[in-house]
């Protein structure tokens, strides 16, 4: 009778035990890589850095791509990228929209360069603006003409500066050319850490000094963070202000979006003393605060109205992709951090990954980008310099690298072009001048001006 082989028995457990043991460690590494690449790239930290990588990312798989809208209508999207997301639009036209060009031969020059980021600019003098510089404080005059640049301008705020913090916006009192009166927002430091502020001030005569500054407004409550201060300001036809905050980013400070007593991830309607509009949709309700316009945002960072219907658009950041093009209307939800067309720069899901804004009983957006564009300023084009472009939207785009031309027909998006895409700059702020030029500065200090060629 033959021997029966106990060595091969004892070894079938023992190889099952090693196998089982190597998994369980592969397992073990790629949830520690997970929750390294999240505490790396949480949020835009210097706005994007987290969207930059989302690009990144996004250039190394196909780059001629075509969206599956666009490929049903035989037409050609201008976003060449594969999707982040799973995600499905809820309507044909609210993603991926047609590749457009100008027709018109442009004339594309940086007049400016060795500046700050430049966040923020305003047309107050022809062919001169009064320009932000959001980590120095300071605020300058361009001159658009010959490229000069003043010395900084005395009286500005103290600003908290790190992260995305600083000098924001600036805008101008409807009667400036009376009163002289000038808006900032800025990060301000304060007991319990630091807030998104708004602040005006009278420009003297020879246009050195900031005079009586003072706050008018603190979209509450402060936090003790760098990121997602919102910022952007803009006067209404009645001589109110609107004023755009973001909700701060970090989890779960960001859920106050969502809550009607903070002024986190909101447009709030101001007077020009920082009081609430009297008009706003919850100023009867004394569980909430006054001057909420509208909730549920994210980091906002350009507004404008559309000279075309007289609404105000905004463009605000989503998470990795599901950046976000609404028409602001008074007291509307827009669904963040519920909903969303984008996910964690972790790549997890957002809330299980529900997208669809309306069936939560949220304003879907107008239009969304995925991947990212990584919005940032913008300004509708109300003026007849360059015919075709009259009423589009032109809007910052901080990763990838241009300005997004946006083409509107009765509030739907009908096509997208990229322009200024070869410069390498992160474009910051966009506006139209009295005459009709183009402009839009960078974070590497540069200003541009686009002009119809001669």
């Not at 082989?5 to 590494?29: D, H, M, Q, T, Y």
């Not at 005059?141 to 600083?166: A, C, H, K, M, Y």
């Not at 964690?344 to 957006?365: D, K």
């Amino acid at each position: 009778m033959s021997k029966f082989p106990w060595s091969r028995l004892l070894f079938l457990p023992l190889l099952i035990f090693v196998l089982v043991l190597a998994s369980c460690s592969n397992e073990n590494s790629t949830d520690e890589a997970s929750t390294d690449e999240s505490d790396t790239t949480t949020e835009e930290t210097t706005d994007d850095n987290a969207a930059t990588e989302e690009n990144d990312d996004a250039e190394s798989a196909t780059e001629e791509s075509e969206d599956e809208n666009s490929e049903d209508s035989g037409e050609t999207s201008a976003e060449t990228e594969d999707k982040v997301t799973e995600f499905e639009p809820a309507f044909p036209e609210q993603t991926r929209a047609p590749a457009v060009e100008t027709e018109t031969e442009l004339d594309i020059e940086a007049i400016v360069d060795g500046l700050d980021v430049t966040w923020g600019m305003e047309e107050f003098s022809t062919n001169r603006l009064l320009v932000t510089q959001r980590d120095t404080g300071e605020l300058l005059i361009v001159n658009l003409e010959d490229g000069s640049v003043s010395d900084p301008i005395e009286g500005t705020p103290e600003v908290f500066n790190e992260g995305q913090g600083g000098l924001l916006d600036v805008t101008i009192a409807p009667d400036f050319e009376d009163s002289r009166q000038v808006y900032l927002t800025f990060s301000e430091e304060v007991d319990d850490g630091n807030l998104t502020a708004v602040g005006k001030g009278v420009l003297s005569e020879d246009e050195t000094v900031l005079e009586d500054f003072e706050v008018i407004f603190q979209a509450e409550p402060a936090y003790d963070g760098d990121l997602h201060y919102g910022g952007r300001i803009i006067f209404d036809e009645d001589g109110n202000l609107f004023l755009t905050t973001g909700e701060r980013s970090d989890d779960p400070i960001r859920e106050r979006s969502q809550d009607l007593d903070a002024y986190l991830g909101k447009v709030i309607h101001i007077t020009p003393d920082g009081e609430p509009v009297d008009t706003n949709p919850f100023i009867e309700d004394e569980d909430t605060l006054d001057g909420i316009y509208s909730y549920g945002h994210r980091n906002i960072q350009g507004v404008d109205f559309n000279p075309a219907t007289g609404d105000l658009w905004i463009v605000e950041f989503g998470p990795q992709a599901g950046d976000e093009l609404n028409i602001v209307e008074s007291g509307n939800n827009y669904g963040w951090p519920v909903v969303s067309y984008g996910i964690e720069y972790s790549g997890e899901l957002i809330n299980e990954g529900i997208s669809e804004h309306e069936a939560q009983g949220f304003v879907e957006p107008r239009y969304y980008w995925d991947p990212t564009s990584a919005p940032s300023g913008m300004s509708f084009y109300d003026n007849d310099a360059i015919p075709e472009w009259e009423n589009n939207l032109f809007i910052g785009g901080l990763a990838p690298n241009y300005v997004v031309r946006v083409v509107i027909e009765d509030d739907t998006i009908v096509g997208e072009e990229r322009l200024l895409t070869d410069e390498g700059e992160r474009f910051r702020d966009v506006l139209v001048t009295e005459d009709g030029a183009l402009i839009t500065s960078t974070d590497g200090g540069k200003i541009y001006k686009v002009t119809a060629a001669e």
